[in-house]
């Protein structure tokens, strides 16, 4: 069963707008939320992480946004630029648990 | 792509034979996980480890097994493949269990 919903499966957004990617999930175990980004024939690459103690979480153009009352968390990219151009996965970790579950992706797509 | 290297990046192989697929990290990180990717899917665990001969299997389990006998290396076999094994395989490592980071992936088709 998918324990990770993510949305939408591709965006596409012009240059210097705000892509945003949603996900939900059920499980209240998960206390880490890390966002993945994948570039074409390379692994994924952590992006950036948050915990549910807090509700934001800012690097850079990339925010976390996280509603736990919600069960949701969102990536905002800010000034989005061609470079971004990627996918994204989000995940979730249970507290005491290594074990990852991802998200199935979003491809995004910044257009001149 | 942090210290981590996998061997082969590409294999064609025959349904019904052996393949394994090896992971070498130079972090001396204690987790090492081995994931699929398939399209629509996502990443999904197929099995990691959190020390040296110590391994639990993940979603994906099935078909699969691994072996880890030094800090350094993580093996993934697939006994007897099926085309249904074809997919790109990544393996991650991790100092805490927490953020993980991967290796470029071996694409593996099974014809």
């Known amino acids: 069963q998918q324990q990770v919903k993510q949305s939408p499966q591709s965006l596409i957004v012009q240059k210097g707008g705000i892509s945003i990617i949603n996900c939900a999930y059920e499980n209240t175990a998960f206390d880490y939320f890390p966002w993945y980004q994948q570039f074409p024939g390379k692994g994924p690459a952590l992006l950036i992480a948050i915990r549910p103690d807090v509700s934001e979480k800012k690097e850079g153009r990339f925010t976390i946004s996280f509603n736990k009352s919600a069960k949701q968390f969102s990536l905002h990219i800010m000034d989005s630029q061609p470079g971004d151009s990627a996918t994204y996965f989000c995940a979730a970790l249970p507290g005491g648990n290594e074990k990852l579950t991802f998200g199935t992706g979003t491809r995004l797509t910044i257009i001149p | 792509d942090a210290g981590i290297t996998q061997s082969p990046r590409h294999k064609v192989t025959e349904t019904g034979t052996p393949v394994t697929l090896r992971c070498h990290q130079t972090e001396n990180h204690r987790y090492m996980y081995w994931y699929r990717q398939d399209p629509g899917h996502g990443l999904r665990l197929i099995h990691y480890s959190y020390g040296v001969k110590d391994t639990d299997k993940g979603e994906v389990s099935d078909g699969y097994s691994v072996s880890r006998s030094k800090t350094e290396d993580f093996l993934l076999t697939l006994e007897s493949a099926t085309s249904s094994q074809t997919s790109v395989y990544f393996c991650?490592?991790?100092?805490?269990?927490?953020?993980?980071?991967f290796g470029p992936g071996t694409r593996l088709t099974v014809t």
């Open positions: 991650a490592i991790s100092y805490s269990g927490f953020e993980q980071y």
